[in-house]
């Protein structure tokens, strides 16, 4: 558990009664995993920032500095001379409740990220 979220379940089927030492390394074993989880969760979210952001710059904003841009794309290694293809979904798409919310989101999300894109949710900047 981290907070009120739940992480995922270690189980141990001993083949008698855990000894005390064996529950001990199950706990352990449990927050180690913990910590892993969330500290790649951490790393996606920071990484998936930086190349929001780098979309950000390159969609909305008018190009000042392309050596920075490119330079910040390579070291997410982007390719800024490759063709790439953005896919927008129209504000009828985002005002969508429910389960047609969810599906145009997760389409549009595996479209890019099977295609090595950037899957990137609306900021409040453009949409």
């Known amino acids: 558990m981290a907070g009120a979220e739940n992480l995922g379940v270690?189980?141990?089927r001993p083949d008698g009664e855990p000894a005390d030492a064996d529950q001990r390394i199950l706990e352990r074993a449990a927050l180690v995993t913990a910590l892993l989880l969330l500290f790649r969760r951490t790393v996606a979210e920071a990484e998936g920032r930086v190349r929001g952001e780098l979309l950000d710059d390159l969609v909305?904003?008018?190009l000042r500095d392309t050596d920075a841009l490119r330079s910040r794309a390579r070291r997410l290694g982007v390719d800024l001379d490759a063709p790439h293809v953005l896919v927008a979904v129209g504000d009828d798409a985002i005002a969508a409740t429910g389960s047609a919310r969810q599906r145009v989101l997760s389409w549009a999300t595996t479209y890019a990220s099977t295609r090595g894109g950037w899957p990137r949710r609306a900021t409040a900047?453009?949409?």
């Open 125 to 127: 900047g453009w949409r």
């Open 60 to 62: 909305a904003r008018p």
């Open 10 to 12: 270690l189980v141990l």
